[in-house]
């Protein structure tokens, strides 16, 4: 395991942009996986953005075009850009990671071993 730290949520108006952070406690991970979830208010938890070693980026049609993952090595960090944001982006958003790779395991809660404590995203219409 590692420790997962995400921060830049906050409020923001409906079109705008956000950019959320994962640091990577001991460093990003040569081969893993990483998934960004989230879960807004009554819902269950969803992943949306994920990154595999073997396949690269995936996103859910809910957020493709809008939102992009990157990651500074050197700042052991993991980014979520998120653009044209809409009131219905509005939850608490998580990373996860694991040292396993499967794509096919991308968006399954149940994979990842890693958790951020997650950080909120309310986005105004």
């Known amino acids: 395991q590692v420790q997962l730290l995400e921060s830049g949520g906050g409020s923001v108006q409906a079109g705008g942009s956000l950019t959320l952070s994962c640091n990577f406690s001991v460093g990003i991970w040569v081969n893993y996986n990483l998934a960004w979830f989230r879960q807004a208010a009554c819902k269950e938890r969803e992943g949306f953005a994920a990154?595999?070693?073997?396949?690269?980026?995936t996103y859910a049609d809910a957020v493709n075009d809008r939102f992009a993952i990157s990651k500074d090595n050197a700042k052991k960090t993991v980014y979520l850009q998120m653009n044209s944001l809409k009131a219905e982006d509005s939850a608490i958003y998580y990373c996860a990671a694991t040292r396993v790779v499967s794509s096919r395991n991308r968006f399954n809660i149940n994979f990842y071993d890693s958790w951020g404590q997650g950080t909120q995203v309310t986005v105004n219409s």
């Open positions: 990154f595999d070693s073997y396949d690269g980026t």
